[in-house]
Antibody, heavy 119, light 113 residues
Framework: QVQLQESGPGLVKPSQTLSLTCTVSGGSISSGDYYWSWIRQPPGKGLEWIGY???????YYNPSLKSRVTISVDTSKNQFSLKLSSVTAADTAVYYC???????????WGQGTLVTVSS | QSVLTQPPSVSGAPGQRVTISCTGSSSNIGAGYDVHWYQQLPGTAPKLLIYGNSNRPSGVPDRFSGSKSGTSASLAITGLQAEDEADYYC?????????????FGTGTKVTVL
């Protein structure tokens, strides 16, 4: 059974960089059958796709966040990571890491981690 | 603002049938891209409910069904149960979003009366 677990600070100051890591267990992140994604959900609002990475390191980002987002992968640790720079209160959200199939459905989600941007 | 529009809320009594629409356009659902559906119970991560327009993953009750026609898709829940009270999201691809097309719908809250 594949499991994903987000980790990182729950509180980030405005203008700083949000950093999260997703650890994948029960399956290899190097499998070419999947993309590895970050998705967020502001409190009381809908889902927003941040971006995704392939095991080879190829990345694709939501244009609305592209200038501030970096997603990277560490296949040796079976982890992938998110960095979001210059955060504001609007970046306060539950951040999910997820596994995406080639047909673009998300078949596994992490439990999510709330990141609050506040001084 | 998503390019996939869902009603904010739908409700029904236990045992009833409810449907949730996901309205798109010729650049997403109408272009033939698949629609997937997710159920998000309160305080939990979304869960894949329907993939490829009408397919259920293993373990999803057959009370849930999906369909697609033209520029819209629908999720139907028959025999509504109290445990179905949740938020539901559709997801597809939109070719008009330059360089990025992966979008979720606006979400629908299902209330069991």
């Amino acid at each position: 059974q594949v499991q994903l677990q987000e980790s990182g600070p729950g509180l980030v100051k405005p203008s700083q960089t949000l950093s999260l890591t997703c650890t994948v267990s029960g399956g290899s992140i190097s499998s070419g059958d999947y993309y590895w994604s970050w998705i967020r959900q502001p409190p009381g609002k809908g889902l927003e796709w941040i971006g995704y990475i392939y095991y080879s390191g190829s990345t694709y980002y939501n244009p609305s966040l592209k200038s501030r987002v970096t997603i990277s992968v560490d296949t040796s640790k079976n982890q992938f990571s998110l960095k979001l720079s210059s955060v504001t209160a609007a970046d306060t959200a539950v951040y999910y890491c997820a596994r995406v199939k080639a047909s673009w459905e998300v078949d596994y989600w992490g439990q999510g981690t709330l990141v609050t941007v506040s001084s | 603002q998503s390019v996939l529009t869902q009603p904010p809320s739908v409700s029904g009594a236990p045992g009833q049938r409810v449907t949730i629409s996901c309205t798109g356009s010729s650049s997403n659902i109408g272009a033939g891209y698949d629609v997937h559906w997710y159920q998000q119970l309160p305080g939990t991560a979304p869960k894949l409910l329907i993939y490829g327009n009408s397919n259920r993953p293993s373990g999803v009750p057959d009370r849930f069904s999906g369909s697609k026609s033209g520029t819209s898709a629908s999720l139907a829940i028959t025999g509504l149960q109290a445990e179905d009270e949740a938020d539901y999201y559709c997801q597809s691809y939109d070719s008009s979003l330059s360089g990025w097309g992966y979008v979720f719908g606006t979400g629908t809250k299902v209330t069991v009366l």
